[in-house]
């Protein structure tokens, strides 16, 4: 059974390998054997799934997943824990470590040929979540979930509806591609160090199919990005100044006139559906 679930044990192994914790990576380790039952129960691992781990640290949750999982591949960016982690997890054969920085890994490379249903599972650095998620989604791979710690209020951006303060490019994304649940919320006092946020656990389950079809993803994720990059903005403007010069703002203006929407409207109001049919519009009208 997994032994590092509790903060003795991980104060052994900070004190074997003189290690310490690496501000830059946003390391907080996860020292709570009930919270991480929690997540492996969350993200309905079975010896079918090949698992992708983000961020294994020492290996504390790495060893639950290899428990339960079929194959567990850990990629940690920090050189100092790889000697660690072979420790830790010598005793499991299908466990397979990565030394890369996880933003420049071919994730898809990285599962070819291998027959298993990939599930990610991750208690993320929070300086760079929505990088890594960003990056996941639009990686096209063919993943079944993704079950994530993260900060409470990324997981209620992933979540949030358009007219929130929440509501942004994260959540648009996010719900094209897979449909978001917030599972539970994980007190500060579950980590080494503490960080000084509340932290959720969120399962991103892929749809088979998004809500609306884009004729182009690129596009209309630019456009996205665009219209959230000043949110006190109104649309007009925010497109104007953020999408490289190739709109006018009268270009902009006639598109939410066809859509009868307000030329004084911001980027939070829009639903997913109706920056799809902007996008169509945008497009046609810089091809003319």
């Known amino acids: ?27 907080n380790f996860l020292v709570d054997s009930n919270i991480l039952e929690k997540i492996i129960e969350a993200a309905q691992i079975t010896k079918e799934d090949l698992v992708l781990e983000i961020g294994p640290g020492i290996g504390t949750m790495t060893q639950y997943l290899a428990e339960h999982a079929g194959e567990v591949i850990a990629v940690e960016i920090d050189k100092t824990l790889i000697p660690v982690l072979q420790d830790t997890l010598s005793c499991y054969g299908n466990v397979h470590i990565i030394n890369e920085d996880i933003l420049k890994v071919d994730v898809k490379a990285l599962m070819q040929g291998n027959g298993r249903q990939l599930k990610i599972v991750a208690n993320l650095p929070y300086y760079i979540t929505t990088p890594i998620i960003m990056g996941l989604l639009e990686s096209r791979i063919s993943f ?5 710690m993260v900060q409470k209020e990324v997981a209620d951006r992933m ?38 946020v509340e932290s959720a656990v969120i399962r991103l389950t892929r749809r088979d199919e998004n809500p609306v079809q884009a004729e182009n993803e690129a596009y209309l994720f630019s456009l996205i990005r665009s ?4 949110r006190r903005k109104t649309l007009v403007n925010s497109l104007f100044h ?30 997913l559906s109706q920056f799809v049919q902007l996008g169509k519009l945008l497009q046609e009208a810089e091809n003319l």
């Open 144 to 148: 079944q979930s993704i079950t994530i």
């Open 159 to 196: 979540q949030a509806g358009p007219g929130t303060k929440d509501y942004g490019a994260l959540s648009l994304a996010v719900q094209y591609y897979a449909r978001p649940e917030v599972l539970f919320f994980v007190s500060p006092h579950c980590f080494m160090p503490r960080p000084n």
């Open 227 to 230: 219209a959230f990059g000043q």
């Open 242 to 271: 953020n999408m490289g010069g190739n709109l006018t703002k009268e270009q902009v203006g006639v598109a939410l006139e066809k859509m009868k929407l307000s030329p004084s409207i911001r980027g939070e109001a829009l639903t």
């Open 1 to 27: 059974m997994a032994e590092l679930g509790n903060p003795t044990k991980t104060i052994e192994v900070l004190k074997k390998y003189k290690l310490q914790f690496q501000k830059r990576y946003g390391q």
